[in-house]
């Protein structure tokens, strides 16, 4: 069943899928047990599902940011009048924010930047476009859908609402997350670890459909994705992009696979060899070096996805419980921690990218395409002797980046590209 544009609310954001929503909904059961939408953003799928008169006995939307939100357009929607598109009116409603002011919050995406939140600034004439009574009206009809449907408002971390949802075969999750290493000003990227979500994926029972770009690690843990369409990249960084950068935004589902597929590979992780080091591979045959970088790789993700389970169903909880246990008692919660070597800077520093990784994503990256340079107005790829300067550059950058080890490497390579050219 479809309706008329007009009678699906839509609300600006960045990620927004009101313009995807339709492709997404065609590869989702048309009925079933639960409907949870664990990053739902501004609701703008779970909104579309309603109105389409998806049958869903129960509905959930959950966002770690934006659950204030959705529990403004449930209890104060039928009500809501805008006020004033101006910059005073912003910087007031910027403040009343900060105190969960629903009517605040219903503003955000009207006069916000990009339908964002108050800290991304005010909207331009871009975001101008809709008159107030129409966001009003839209709002309303939201107010009414949330209503109608009763539907469950959480701010859990999407795993956490997954875990006490007790998921199964009858229920349909939608996941669009933030997409890898788009800054956006909303959210951030990183608050989800793309390995531990595929480890999810891939053992869930549920229905699920996945949003991302065309991203390597999903087609590999997924394969080719159902959908895909060129759109312009999500980042705020224009500087860098121009704006004007193109990506692939994909669907991966489960749907339609058996469940007995649905099952996660369990990957052993044992202590490194003692024998491994430079030497070892010199003389290895090539099939067993491509398979001690390929065990490499999967042990690693594995050990991401092991140290995520350690917090989220060990640490955290226990932190928690010793909080609650050692309530003005002593020795205190933070001292009793601060005895077995345990603060905020340990934590930080587990996630610290070590200069090995840096070296490991040099030997990665592909080396950018020669630049041109200009010769009688037109363009020619930089002769032999450029290349060469441009990896004495980058040389010269890891030593004053004191990265010495890295700067040898990269300094045998340069060495023998010289050779190359020049014998
Ligand atoms: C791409 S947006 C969703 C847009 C939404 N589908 C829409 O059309 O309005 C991603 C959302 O994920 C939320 N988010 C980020 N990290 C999260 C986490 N760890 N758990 C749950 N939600 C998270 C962000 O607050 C953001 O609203």
């Given at each position: 069943m479809t309706t008329r544009k007009t009678e699906v609310p839509a609300f600006r954001y960045p990620g927004s899928k009101n313009k995807l929503a339709r492709v997404i909904l065609k590869y989702v059961p048309k009925r079933?047990?639960?409907?949870?939408?664990?990053?739902?953003?501004?609701?703008?799928?779970?909104?579309?599902?309603?109105?389409?008169?998806?049958?869903?006995?129960?509905?959930?939307?959950n966002d770690i940011a934006r659950a204030?939100?959705?529990?403004?357009?449930?209890?104060?929607?039928?009500?809501?009048?805008?006020?004033?598109?101006?910059?005073?009116?912003?910087?007031?409603?910027?403040e009343m924010v900060k105190r969960g002011d629903p009517h605040a919050l219903l503003m955000e995406p009207f006069i916000a930047f990009n339908g964002g939140t108050y800290d991304g600034g005010g909207s331009t004439t871009e975001g101008g476009r809709r008159s107030p009574a129409s966001y009003e009206a839209n709002v309303r009809l939201a107010c009414e859908l949330l209503r109608k449907k009763e539907v469950q408002i959480t701010d859990f971390d999407w795993l956490t609402c997954l875990e006490a949802e007790h998921l199964g075969q009858d229920d349909f999750v939608m996941l669009d997350v933030p997409y890898i290493g788009c800054d956006v000003g909303a959210y951030s990227a990183e608050s989800i670890c793309p390995t531990e979500l595929i480890e999810h994926l891939k053992a869930a029972k549920f229905n699920w459909v996945l949003t991302e770009y065309r991203q390597p690690l999903y087609i590999k843990a997924f394969g080719e994705p159902v959908y895909q369409k060129e759109v312009q990249l999500q980042t705020t960084n224009f500087a860098v992009t121009g704006g004007k950068e193109r990506r692939l935004e994909c669907l991966w589902t489960n749907i339609e696979k058996s469940v007995v597929k649905r099952d996660s590979v369990?990957?052993?992780?044992?202590?490194?060899?003692?024998?491994?080091?430079?030497?070892?591979?010199?003389?290895?045959p090539e099939q067993e070096l491509l398979r001690e970088i390929r065990e490499c790789a999967t042990v690693i993700t594995a050990a991401r996805n092991q140290m995520n389970k350690e917090m989220r169903r060990r640490l955290l909880p226990a932190l928690l419980e010793l909080k609650r246990r050692t309530f003005r008692k002593h020795p205190s919660y933070y001292e009793t921690l601060a005895n077995m070597g345990l603060n905020p800077d340990t934590v930080r520093q587990w996630f610290y990218r070590s200069h090995t990784a840096d070296e490991v994503i040099g030997q990665i990256e592909e080396e950018q395409e020669a630049p041109k340079e200009t010769v009688h107005g037109g363009e020619r790829p930089l002769d032999a002797k450029a290349l060469l300067l441009q990896r004495a550059d980058k040389?010269?950058?890891?030593?004053?980046?004191?990265?010495?080890?890295?700067?040898?490497?990269?300094?045998?390579?340069?060495?023998?590209?010289?050779?190359e050219c020049w014998g």
């Amino acid at each position: 069943m479809t309706t008329r544009k007009t009678e699906v609310p839509a609300f600006r954001y960045p990620g927004s899928k009101n313009k995807l929503a339709r492709v997404i909904l065609k590869y989702v059961p048309k009925r079933g047990r639960k409907f949870v939408d664990a990053c739902a953003g501004r609701g703008n799928i779970t909104f579309r599902a309603i109105a389409d008169g998806l049958d869903y006995e129960r509905w959930i939307v959950n966002d770690i940011a934006r659950a204030p939100f959705f529990r403004a357009v449930r209890d104060r929607g039928d009500k809501f009048k805008t006020t004033q598109k101006s910059k005073a009116e912003f910087d007031r409603l910027a403040e009343m924010v900060k105190r969960g002011d629903p009517h605040a919050l219903l503003m955000e995406p009207f006069i916000a930047f990009n339908g964002g939140t108050y800290d991304g600034g005010g909207s331009t004439t871009e975001g101008g476009r809709r008159s107030p009574a129409s966001y009003e009206a839209n709002v309303r009809l939201a107010c009414e859908l949330l209503r109608k449907k009763e539907v469950q408002i959480t701010d859990f971390d999407w795993l956490t609402c997954l875990e006490a949802e007790h998921l199964g075969q009858d229920d349909f999750v939608m996941l669009d997350v933030p997409y890898i290493g788009c800054d956006v000003g909303a959210y951030s990227a990183e608050s989800i670890c793309p390995t531990e979500l595929i480890e999810h994926l891939k053992a869930a029972k549920f229905n699920w459909v996945l949003t991302e770009y065309r991203q390597p690690l999903y087609i590999k843990a997924f394969g080719e994705p159902v959908y895909q369409k060129e759109v312009q990249l999500q980042t705020t960084n224009f500087a860098v992009t121009g704006g004007k950068e193109r990506r692939l935004e994909c669907l991966w589902t489960n749907i339609e696979k058996s469940v007995v597929k649905r099952d996660s590979v369990t990957v052993p992780c044992e202590p490194v060899p003692d024998d491994r080091a430079d030497a070892y591979y010199v003389d290895l045959p090539e099939q067993e070096l491509l398979r001690e970088i390929r065990e490499c790789a999967t042990v690693i993700t594995a050990a991401r996805n092991q140290m995520n389970k350690e917090m989220r169903r060990r640490l955290l909880p226990a932190l928690l419980e010793l909080k609650r246990r050692t309530f003005r008692k002593h020795p205190s919660y933070y001292e009793t921690l601060a005895n077995m070597g345990l603060n905020p800077d340990t934590v930080r520093q587990w996630f610290y990218r070590s200069h090995t990784a840096d070296e490991v994503i040099g030997q990665i990256e592909e080396e950018q395409e020669a630049p041109k340079e200009t010769v009688h107005g037109g363009e020619r790829p930089l002769d032999a002797k450029a290349l060469l300067l441009q990896r004495a550059d980058k040389i010269a950058k890891a030593i004053l980046e004191n990265k010495i080890k890295y700067a040898k490497r990269l300094a045998t390579e340069y060495m023998q590209a010289r050779e190359e050219c020049w014998g």
